[in-house]
């Protein structure tokens, strides 16, 4: 077997999330660029107590009901989530890390809690 060069290049990140202590859900730049998710303002939260399951729907509509702000910084875009964190009971004591992943029949983009982000999926 002959090894081969890598010479570095654009970063290329799995689409993920994370969930901070300071009670911040974030998406990486693979996430943004994968999904778009730059071109969103706003975002709508979502949770799924069964399968403990976060659901985002983002929007550019400011007056839809429940909207928060998606903030967009230069690796990342972040949304304020303290109060969905603990009205569900969300742990964010410290960071953790997701795999993050479109849902077309919902339109959400989907954070599975229950499951670490070590095998995420590349963005298809």
Known sequence: MAFERYVRGGRIYKPMASIWPRGQIGFNRGAIECYKIHNYKFAVLFFDRETQRIGIQL??????????????????????????????????????????????????????????????????
């Open 59 to 124: 929007t550019n509509d400011a007056k839809e009901e429940g909207v928060t702000a998606a903030i967009k910084g230069k690796s990342c875009v972040t949304i304020s989530a303290v109060s969905f964190l603990d009205h569900f009971d969300i742990e964010h004591d410290t960071t953790r890390k997701y795999a993050v992943e479109f849902d077309a029949e919902s339109d959400m983009y989907i954070i599975d809690t229950q499951r670490a982000a070590v095998k995420n999926r590349p963005c298809s």
